[in-house]
């Protein structure tokens, strides 16, 4: 008995030693949970990304805030990937029990499918130039406009910020000019439906609610969408939601504009010297120690106002967004809101901008799906405004108020060129506009019919009122009042009818769209005007009240009518056909010529990579060869230009007063027709050393035909010109975007891309004789716009022979160039000096990571333009006003060589043209996306910080406040009516602003 019980205990105990080993080991292998967040260098959610295990099996996907978990009983390499992100291989542990896994953008897979205008395709499948701007770019930028972000950052899109002003509305040429008259604006779609050519833009567009912008350039790409496709398409899709629990998120930033660059005016002894030299150069004598005598007291004293103090102020940035998004299999939703305000940083300039958007998608049986897209956006640009040019010509020594404290109407009295720049605050003004948006679609898959075949219903409305009113005072230096109140209304409807057809058979592929659609736009304005009234007690709302009241009104419509067939077929994924036609009506041409143009369009291309021959080849990854070539159209003309129209005169007869009928300035041609571009782009992208470099090269040649030109008309004949179809423009050019993953480490990653684009603009031919226009500044076989004056070639110097070339010259006056060598200075010697858009544009954005800690960097180029710089043309401010201290001026003693003197006259009208190059770090962005494991406790399930600056320096030649603003060009051939206008145009010349903003971006559980 003893001994068995020894066995059992032997047993017992040996058996007892396995059990808890192995409980242990149990222990160990089901006590490892990870959670973890897949997101973007933004810190926002990837939901649906891919986690998959080692080489197991084993995996998940991240749910709509991008979070996932994981049972796991070992170290593992987790593989996650998401579509048109780098997949990463992260190496997990028990000692990893939460862990955010951050995806860089992977610019050669952007995107696995692109959407190319009614639809999709795959990226591999494209023979045209589609080019899908970086998400980095869509999103935590302080930009009003989604294209403010996108400026230099797209190789072939030249984009330009006119101004400074809040709410500015940038302009946009895609592959250079194509017209002369006509708009070469590029045509915008957003989810589908026009929003160019309905009185909105991407103004109206919160940028946060983009979920992807795709730009079409070549005629295989655009053809899709015929005339309106002439010039380019921009496609904006917007964020929709996604199956999963509701996703509420908060995205706000708020920061400080302040003006880049200001020309500073010449302080008070530095305007007094001035006004010394301008006597002395001039020979003339003043009692007075400076040019006006309500200055003298001020001078006497050593007070001096300093104007730009005064008309400026701090500007401010803010912008909030909440949005939510979720839904079931079959219910998908997407809703936000967004405020956004700008304050200017000159006194009375603000934009506000409020954003409502929904968007829904309901699959209300297997075979049909519904959605809508509605948005409502309201854009107030209301006040009264300073004048930052009259600022800049403000003597120190001007009496800004009156005793009353009123702004006294012309400091520098009896000067009366040059008004108090503050004037315009007493001005009441209201300009607002407002975009409702409603668009729907039903897809109603007919794989019963057959199958692949889809037949979908696009239909939309547009509806953009806009108010203008505005009153300026006896305050305002109006002693009798005068006030205007303008509404303009615009009502845009589409219908399109799609039929899609989409089948693989073995190694075929075949994709058909067929299109017909019809477009409607109707535009209705109308306005009245006063004057003298008896106080300005009422401003614009009792227009009656005034004497000399006038009343306006106008209408237009317009219509478009389309069929379109494309179809995409490609074998093996090696070999790629693409062939589009399409045919648009439009109710603007005459009646005598066929309102309806066809457009046909072919594109071919190779997937090199696919071939047997390319798997060995390690080092090339992808490699694809694409052409199209076709034609496309361009409407050109507005409504009703086709017609005579003749205006109307009020005129008395027999002691009353009766309306007549005045022969108006165009003369009707009911030959017009369509403006016609014929294209060639070639084209290759590719990828090499396991796609740490991918890129893009495109090359393209177009002539724009039959363009719209005007002739111009005996006067005899009552009209002063007309309308022709008459003329070529050509443009070609190259563009190249490089994307390379310069190190990818486990903690810390370096990204860089590169564009850039040249083109060369041509007019090829005018009135069909070859012959240049010399009063247009139109030269064959230059571009369109171009700068033609003398040659600049120095100051006449102190002793220097003039007798020969220049009889009327004097010292400090400009040098001129002899051009055309017959010893004088005349008309003959301009020349052709430079262009007005840039020879090549370029960006360089360099990403840097580490950890949860992200950089970008971007520096966006612009070389080659020549400008008139309006800050060097300030002849009638020489001895009657201030001018800016960075601009010099020659004395016989300082022998100056590039400034003139203050006694030159520029009889010549010479424009004073300027290299407008520069080169802008255009925004800086420093990102942290805050560990999971921190937001667990608070219930949150994303948070990313950021800082963000824009226009941060600008390096350029240009003298003045920045060579890309458009500037109002003062000079002495200015007449008096413009000297007025000028006076009272408060929007002159405002400087580009530079703006950082503090940011959060906040996902809720």
């Not at 047993?11 to 490892?32: D, E, P, S, W």
């Not at 809040?166 to 302009?171: H, L, M, N, R, V």
């Not at 607002?432 to 109603?444: C, E, K, P, Q």
């Not at 590169?754 to 009063?775: C, E, H, P, R, T």
Request: a neutral charge; hydrophobic letters at 30%.
């Amino acid at each position: 008995m003893r001994r068995k019980f020894t066995y059992f205990s032997v047993f017992t105990f040996m058996l007892n030693v396995l059990l808890c080993a192995n409980l242990h080991v149990f222990a160990q292998k089901t006590a490892y949970v990870l959670k973890g967040r897949v997101i973007d260098a933004k810190g926002n959610p990837l939901p649906g990304a891919s986690i998959k295990v080692g080489t197991s099996t084993m995996g998940t996907l991240a749910d709509a805030n991008g979070n996932f978990t994981l049972n796991l009983t070992e170290p593992v390499k987790l593989k996650v990937s998401f579509v048109s992100f780098v997949t990463r291989v992260v190496d997990v542990s028990s000692a990893n029990k939460v862990i955010d896994i951050t995806l860089s953008e992977d610019a050669h897979q952007l995107s696995d499918v692109v959407v190319v205008g009614y639809g999709t395709q795959k990226r591999s499948d494209v023979v045209g130039s589609v080019t899908s701007v970086p998400k980095s770019r869509l999103s935590g930028l302080p930009a009003t406009n989604v294209l403010q972000s996108l400026e230099g950052a797209v190789a072939g899109v030249s984009i330009t910020v006119p101004s400074g002003i809040p709410g500015t509305q940038p302009s946009t040429q895609l592959r250079g000019q194509n017209s002369i008259n006509a708009s070469s604006d590029p045509y915008v779609v957003v989810d589908g439906i026009p929003l160019s050519k309905t009185g909105g833009s991407l103004n109206d567009i919160n940028p946060n609610d983009i979920a992807s912008i795709e730009i079409l350039k070549d005629p295989s790409a655009v053809a899709i969408y015929g005339t309106n496709g002439s010039n380019g398409v921009i496609l904006v899709t917007t964020k929709r939601g996604s199956t999963g629990k509701p996703v509420v998120r908060y995205s706000g930033s708020v920061g400080l504009d302040n003006i880049a660059h200001l020309l500073t005016p010449r302080t008070g002894p530095e305007y007094y010297q001035k006004y010394q030299d301008y006597l002395s150069q001039n020979k003339l004598t003043n009692t007075y120690p400076v040019p006006n005598l309500s200055e003298v007291a001020a001078y006497n004293a050593g007070t001096t106002t300093d104007w730009m103090k005064e008309i400026t102020q701090q500007g401010i940035y803010q912008d909030h967004n909440v949005s939510i998004s979720g839904g079931s299999p079959d219910v998908k939703y997407y809703i936000s809101g967004d405020y956004l305000s700008e304050k200017g940083d000159i006194k009375g300039y603000q934009y506000q901008r409020v954003s409502i958007r929904s968007n829904l998608d309901i699959n209300v049986t297997d075979y049909l799906t519904l959605g809508t897209n509605i948005y409502y956006a309201n854009n107030n640009y209301d006040g009264g405004r300073a004048n930052l040019q009259m600022a800049s010509n403000m003597s120190p020594y001007g009496v800004e108020y009156n005793a009353d404290g009123s702004y006294k109407i012309y400091p520098m009295d009896p000067e009366q060129l040059y008004t108090n720049p503050l004037l315009g605050l007493t001005t009441t003004a209201i300009r607002r506009s407002v975009n409702v948006s409603g668009n729907g679609f039903a897809d109603l898959k007919l794989d019963a019919i057959l199958k692949g075949l889809k037949y979908r219903l696009n239909v939309g409305y547009n509806f953009v009122p806009g108010r203008t009113d505005n009153y300026t005072g006896r305050l305002a230096n109006n002693l009798v009042g005068s006030g205007s109140a303008n509404n303009t209304e615009y009502n845009t409807y589409t219908l399109e009818n799609l039929l899609l057809y989409n089948r693989d058979f073995g190694k075929h592929h075949i994709d058909f769209t067929g299109l017909y659609s019809q477009q409607e736009s109707n535009y209705l304005s109308s306005g009245a005007s006063a004057s003298g009234f008896v106080n300005d007690e009422l401003t614009f709302y009792n227009l009656s009240a005034g004497t000399t009241p006038s009343v306006t009104s106008y209408a237009s419509r317009s219509a478009r009518r389309s069929q379109m067939g494309r179809i995409n077929y490609s074998f093996d994924s090696r070999y790629l056909l693409n062939f589009t036609v399409r045919r648009d009506g439009s109710s603007v041409f005459g009646a005598n010529t066929n309102k309806y143009g066809w457009f046909p369009v072919g594109g071919i291309g190779w997937n090199v990579s696919n071939e047997k021959f390319m798997q060995n080849v390690t080092t090339i990854n992808s490699l694809k060869l694409r052409a199209s070539y076709g034609r496309t159209g361009n409407e050109a003309i507005n409504p009703y230009a086709t017609t005579t129209t003749d205006g109307t005169v009020r005129y008395p007869f027999e002691g009353a007063v009766y309306t007549g009928v005045l022969a108006g300035t165009t003369l009707g041609n009911a030959n017009l027709h369509w403006e016609t571009k014929t294209g060639l782009n070639i084209g290759t992208d590719f990828a090499v050393l396991k796609n740490r470099i991918t890129g893009t090269i495109d090359y393209y040649n177009t002539t724009t035909s039959d363009l719209l030109l005007y002739r111009s008309l005996p006067a005899i004949s009552g009209y002063n010109n007309v309308l022709y179809n008459i003329g070529k423009v050509g443009n070609k050019g190259i563009e190249v975007t490089l994307n390379t993953r310069n190190v990818d480490s486990k903690d810390f990653r370096w990204e860089s891309t590169i564009v850039f684009a040249q083109n060369k603009n041509a007019i090829k031919d005018l009135y069909g004789d070859q012959k240049s226009d010399l009063g247009n500044r139109w030269f064959i076989g230059s571009p369109i716009s171009v700068i033609y004056d003398y040659k600049k070639v120095g100051i006449w110097q102190t002793g220097e022979d003039v007798s020969k070339q220049d009889p009327t010259a004097k010292p400090g006056d400009i040098k001129f160039a002899d051009t055309n060598g017959d010893g004088k200075i005349t008309e003959d010697d301009k020349v052709i000096l430079g262009q007005t858009a840039p020879k090549w544009t370029g960006g360089f954005t360099n990403t840097f990571h580490y950890k949860n800690l992200s950089l970008s960097v971007f520096i966006q180029t612009a070389q080659g333009q020549m400008r008139y710089n309006s800050d060097l043309n300030n002849i009638e401010a020489q001895g009657r006003a201030n001018t800016p201290a960075a601009i010099g001026y020659w004395t016989p003693t300082n022998g100056e060589n590039f400034y003139n003197s203050l006694a030159y006259t520029n009889s010549r009208g010479y424009g004073f043209p300027q290299d407008a190059s520069y080169t802008r770090i255009k925004d800086v962005t420093l990102s942290y996306v805050v560990p999971q494991r921190y937001l667990d406790k608070i219930h949150v399930s994303g948070l990313t910080v950021f800082a963000s600056g824009r226009n941060l320096h600008t390096f350029t030649n240009w003298i003045g406040t920045d060579p890309e603003i458009t500037q109002y060009t003062r000079g002495s051939g200015n007449s008096g009516s413009n000297q007025a206008a000028f006076a009272s145009n408060s929007d002159n010349n405002y400087p580009l602003v530079r703006t950082v903003v503090l940011g959060v971006t906040v996902s809720l559980k």
